[in-house]
């Protein structure tokens, strides 16, 4: 694998191949020293140009614990903030010969832009606008395996804001991709178009989406990126679509995940997600297992010893 | 590309299966009497796996009930995954707390030494036993670390360009050791 792009694209082998390693890096977090040596030598630059907290860690982490050499580009600590355009930026980067660059941004299509700016570096998306966040699908995917031992056959509700989700995006291509069925509920205002062609039913009723399912996604409502009235209030949000324990009631033991941060009692219940059925920060621990998985499947097909020093 | 091993010319079985088993019993003998308890085992992927179960077998004869086993996968240790490409994580398996323990690398040929160099570093990130003792099956000699095994089940010389295969039925089909001649195995 070259880079990590997008989902939408991402050959369903390669998928798989990913959620099959990763485990293995679950057991290096156990390890008395949680480090393997596959990015040994190799420079990770994280191209961080929105703020993010997990994100950034769970890379960070990533990249350490594979002994590769993680630099942080982020922008409120760098030229990025003093008016540097973007592609100056890309060709500061080039010349320090990252590896990989891992980049997060505002604004979609940055990782392609980059791929193309810096040939000789390999590409991760860690979320690019409203368009993907590949890692977040995967890392999501991996925990609803470990539940339930599989993903294809299984019904997957998502609830919440899908017009500003790339997380809502990159999961439901790969949920279909993997052999899911991927329901969604939420206020029309946010219901992007085109859901049937993503392959994703929509229902009139978080209700009627949650019946049945195995795995519930809450989405978190995105105030940053909304410019408009989408929705009442917070209040009326959480009356209307908030996933609270009466509402999970019926669906016997489907998983409860969520991307976060959390808004609590916006668009979830602290009793839920604090329950039993809460698998949130499962989700953050296998996070760093998979991103460990995408970065060694990357550096795996980056031949190495042979860098150009002329 | 490496050749077939039992198609290629310049192969022959140096040790047969008789004296493949009678030299891991030696080990056990020696390692028996020479190593206190608590004792591990393991096992370096992948012919070092099934001699590590040979020798806990035989050790367990002789009356030890503290033999633990496991087993190391160095493929992401090696120091030439520069130039080979980096492997896949494979499987690592240590059931018991190292700190207590005398732990038995086992492995099938000593060459370089630099397999134990990546062995060693692999077990660091594992925890700190009490001691690291190695076992071999072949020792052929051309060290180029300052390694040297506790215990050897035969000694070979060999030429710096000459290959020694051990063979095992768990992973081969049949026991034996076999000297190939230089180009007949790329490796």
């Known amino acids: ?310 | 590309m490496p050749a077939p091993a039992r198609a290629s010319p310049g192969i022959g079985r140096i040790f047969a299966a008789s004296e493949l088993g009678a030299a891991v019993d030696r080990l056990a003998r020696r390692i028996a009497a020479e190593v206190p308890a608590p004792l591990a085992l393991l096992g370096i992927r992948r012919r070092g796996v099934p001699l590590a179960l040979r020798v806990a077998r035989q050790l367990e004869e002789r009356g030890r009930k503290d033999v633990a086993l496991g087993e190391l996968d160095i493929n992401l240790y090696r120091d030439d995954i520069h130039d080979r490409g980096i492997p896949r994580v494979g499987k690592t398996s240590i059931p018991f707390a190292m700190e207590r323990r005398r732990i038995l690398l086992v492995d099938d040929v000593l060459f370089t030494g630099r397999t134990v160099r990546a062995a060693l570093t692999a077990l660091s990130h594992f925890g700190r036993p009490r001691a690291v003792r190695l076992a071999v099956l072949v020792d052929r000699g051309g060290r180029e670390l300052p390694i040297a095994p506790d215990f050897v089940g035969l000694t070979v010389e060999a030429r710096p360009g000459e290959f020694i295969r051990v063979r095992l039925e768990e992973e081969d089909g049949e026991d034996g050791v076999f000297r190939i001649d230089a180009g007949a195995d790329g490796r």
């Open chain 1, 1 to 310: 694998m070259r880079h990590l792009l997008r989902i939408r694209g991402l050959p369903v082998g390669q998928a798989r191949a990913i959620l099959d390693e990763a485990p293995r890096y679950l057991d290096v977090a156990d390890q008395p020293v949680p480090r393997t040596p596959a990015l040994l030598g190799r420079t990770v630059v994280l191209l961080f140009r929105e703020p993010s907290t997990r994100t950034r860690s769970s890379f960070q982490l990533a990249a350490k614990r594979l002994s590769a050499e993680p630099l942080a580009f982020a922008s409120a600590s760098s030229s990025l903030s003093k008016g540097e355009t973007f592609l100056d930026t890309a060709r500061t980067l080039a010349a320090m010969a990252p590896d990989i660059i891992v980049t997060r941004s505002r604004e979609s299509g940055i990782p392609e832009l980059l791929a193309r700016e810096i040939p000789t570096a390999s590409v991760v998306n860690a979320g690019d606008g409203i368009s993907e966040h590949p890692t977040q699908a995967l890392l999501d995917a991996f925990t609803i395996r470990r539940h339930r031992g599989r993903v294809r056959g299984l019904t997957v509700a998502i609830i919440g804001d899908l017009l500003h989700s790339r997380v809502f995006r990159s999961n439901a291509l790969l949920l279909t991709m993997l052999g899911a069925r991927v329901r969604c509920a939420g206020p029309p205002t946010l219901m992007p178009p085109g859901l049937e062609r993503l392959g994703v039913e929509p229902r009139p009723s978080v209700e009627e989406a949650l019946r049945g399912a195995d795995a519930v996604m809450v989405l978190r409502i995105q105030h940053e990126r909304m410019h408009d009235s989408f929705i009442p209030s917070r209040r009326e949000y959480f009356h209307e679509f908030g996933l609270t324990e009466e509402r999970l009631r019926p669906t016997r033991d489907a998983i409860v995940l969520h991307p976060g941060p959390l808004n609590r009692a916006v668009e979830i219940s602290s009793a839920v997600a604090d329950g039993p059925r809460s698998v949130i920060l499962e989700q953050v621990r296998n996070g760093v297992a998979v991103r460990m998985a995408v970065l060694a499947e990357i550096a795996r097909g980056r031949p190495r010893g042979r860098r150009r020093r002329d």
